[in-house]
């Protein structure tokens, strides 16, 4: 059974400072993705990586992908206020027909000023 | 382009009652459609998956139901609601093999 762990669960930090996300999973995946949601709202798709050593950049948010280690980080550059939400990573099985996302458990990332 | 519509937004229900949650997508054919719940600790439940008509996977054995009557609309139901099943409820669609899903807006419910 594929698991998918974020950490940490739980990151305040300044403005301005750089940070990383970690998202391990369990299984052989060869497709991972994060996810943006915010307070009351419904999750928003952000990054999709479909191979090893992808990379993914919108504005301060990047994202990578190493399948041999099964490790996907978020990093984050330059925190502003307006990047406070919950981030979910999600993987799914490779091989087969496989239509499920497994998510981690989020991390609720708070900037302040 | 497409979209998927979800409602109600918000809906409170007794104990014992009936629910229906309805999702609808437009602008794509056979879409994968799926039911997440995300409770209060943050984590999203995998509840049902379908990937055609009448094609319903179940992820978790509880009192809730899915069902598949259109290509484009799936339904959770439940015939007698129990607190437990109060969260925020999610559909969600995914197109080519590799694609993300797309979530609707959700629905809050709350059991009381």
């Known amino acids: 059974e594929l698991k998918v762990e974020q950490n940490p669960l739980f990151l305040s930090m300044q403005e301005g400072k750089n940070y990383t996300i970690y998202c391990n999973y369990s299984?052989?995946?060869?497709?991972l993705y994060w996810y943006r949601q915010d307070p009351g709202k419904s999750l928003e798709s952000l990054f999709v990586?479909?191979?090893?050593?992808a990379v993914k950049q919108e504005g301060r948010l990047m994202a990578s992908l190493d399948t041999k280690a099964r490790l996907s980080t978020l990093h984050i550059t330059a925190a502003v206020h307006d990047l406070s939400a919950t981030y979910f990573c999600?993987?799914?099985?490779?091989?087969?027909?496989?239509?499920?996302?497994?998510f981690g458990k989020g991390t609720l990332l708070t900037v302040n000023p | 382009s497409q979209t998927i519509h979800q409602w109600p937004a918000t809906l409170v229900q007794p104990v014992g009652s009936p629910l229906s949650l309805e999702c609808t997508v437009e602008?794509?054919?056979?879409?994968?459609l799926y039911w997440y719940r995300q409770a209060a600790g943050r984590g999203l439940q995998l509840l049902f998956y379908?990937?055609?008509?009448?094609?319903i996977s179940s992820e978790v054995p509880q009192n809730l139901s899915a069902s598949r009557p259109q290509d484009r609309q799936f339904i959770l139901s439940s015939k007698k609601l129990l607190l437990s099943d109060s969260g925020f409820y999610l559909c969600?669609?995914?197109?080519?093999?590799?694609?993300?899903?797309?979530f609707g807006n959700g629905t809050r419910l709350t059991v009381t």
């Open positions: 299984t052989t995946s060869d497709r």
């Open positions: 969600a669609w995914r197109g080519l093999f590799r694609s993300p899903l797309h």
């Open positions: 990586l479909l191979s090893n050593g």
């Open positions: 379908s990937v055609g008509i009448g094609q």
């Open positions: 602008g794509t054919s056979n879409p994968n």
């Open positions: 999600a993987a799914t099985n490779s091989g087969g027909s496989n239509y499920k996302l497994t």
